[in-house]
Nanobody, 121 residues
Framework: HVQLVESGGGSAQAGGSLRLSCARSGYGASNYCMGWFRQASGKEREGVAL???????VYADSVKGRFTISKDNAKNTVYLQMNSLKAEDTAMYYC????????????????WGQGTQVTVS
């Protein structure tokens, strides 16, 4: 059984930075696709970034050039470095995992963390 635990959310000013972490247990993260998603109040959940077992990353257009997804296989942890934050980045951020990074649709992911709130003002 896969468990995901996010941390690192909080408040930041526009233009600032935050780093989110997602610790995975149950299966080795190096062999799975890990993703970050977010859901703003009143909106649908959307994909932010994915990273595959080879370290290849893809990003939503809205965060390209500002956010970076990375992973530490030894720690089974995935990170999301968020720079140049904007008010529209305010949302609950979730990490999720599935076998392959073939889709950024939230419906394609079966395992989810509990989420961590990011507020940008």
């Amino acid at each position: 059984h896969v468990q995901l635990v996010e941390s690192g959310g909080g408040s930041a000013q526009a233009g600032g930075s935050l780093r989110l972490s997602c610790a995975r247990s149950g299966y080795g993260a190096s062999n799975y696709c890990m993703g970050w998603f977010r859901q703003a109040s009143g909106k649908e959940r959307e994909g932010v970034a994915l990273i595959d077992s080879d370290g290849n990353a893809v990003y939503a257009d809205s965060v390209k050039g500002r956010f970076t997804i990375s992973k530490d296989n030894a720690k089974n942890t995935v990170y999301l470095q968020m720079n140049s934050l904007k008010a529209e980045d305010t949302a609950m951020y979730y990490c999720a995992t599935r076998r392959y990074c073939t889709s950024m649709s939230p419906t394609a992911f079966a395992y989810w963390g509990q989420g961590t709130q990011v507020t940008v003002s």
